[in-house]
């Protein structure tokens, strides 16, 4: 977590803290909620990018020669909305492969469709049908979940974006 987000969980909590003194229980619901779902966020695009450093890094070591670029405030565009988030980027050569992960931060940056926590894309260089679009959403037992988006844009419960998945597409940019 970076000082900048270290500071951001420090004002929620202390501003969730002054509305339940004041009795403003809505604004502290709101507020708990919100740091609530940061975490998710938070712990979802973590798991994601550092899963894709994890399986990179063991290719590597059989000789594979991925580079690695990490890109924090990343701006990238999911439909008519801005997510703010993170990118990495693995490389082997002209080959790249893009992941992409984040939320929208303001008002003006739109929303997460489908009613998602966060969005991702991990896209393919020269190869945009390899790609696919996540959606970060809490699964039933509560813990943060990534679904991959059928082609409409919607979210399903059949296609969770697991740690397999990753491996496909760090062996498609080797290949």
């Known amino acids: 977590m970076s000082e900048l987000e270290a500071e951001w969980v420090r004002r929620l909590a202390e501003a969730e803290e002054r509305a339940r003194t004041s009795g403003r229980s809505d604004v502290a619901d709101y507020l708990a909620l919100r740091s609530l779902n940061d975490m998710a966020r938070n712990t979802g695009i973590e798991w994601l990018l550092s899963t894709f450093t994890a399986h990179a890094g063991e290719a590597n070591r059989t000789g594979a020669g991925i580079g690695l670029t990490h890109t924090d405030a990343h701006r990238f565009r999911v439909g008519n909305s801005t997510m703010v988030g993170r990118r990495l980027a693995l490389n082997v050569g002209v080959r790249v492969l893009n992941i992409e992960a984040g939320w929208p931060r303001m008002p003006g940056?739109?929303?997460?469709?489908?009613?998602?926590?966060?969005?991702?894309?991990?896209?393919?260089?020269?190869?945009?049908?390899?790609?696919?679009?996540?959606?970060?959403?809490?699964?039933?037992?509560?813990?943060?979940?990534?679904?991959?988006?059928?082609?409409?844009?919607?979210?399903?419960?059949?296609?969770?974006?697991?740690?397999?998945?990753?491996?496909?597409?760090?062996?498609?940019?080797?290949?």
């Not at 966060?118 to 393919?124: E, F, K, L, T, Y």
């Not at 998945?165 to 498609?172: D, E, I, S, Y």
């Open 109 to 175: 940056d739109g929303i997460v469709r489908g009613g998602g926590l966060a969005a991702a894309r991990i896209s393919h260089f020269g190869d945009p049908r390899a790609g696919v679009e996540l959606l970060l959403v809490q699964s039933a037992e509560g813990s943060p979940r990534w679904l991959i988006l059928d082609t409409s844009g919607a979210p399903s419960a059949t296609a969770p974006f697991e740690e397999a998945r990753v491996r496909q597409h760090v062996t498609r940019l080797l290949h």
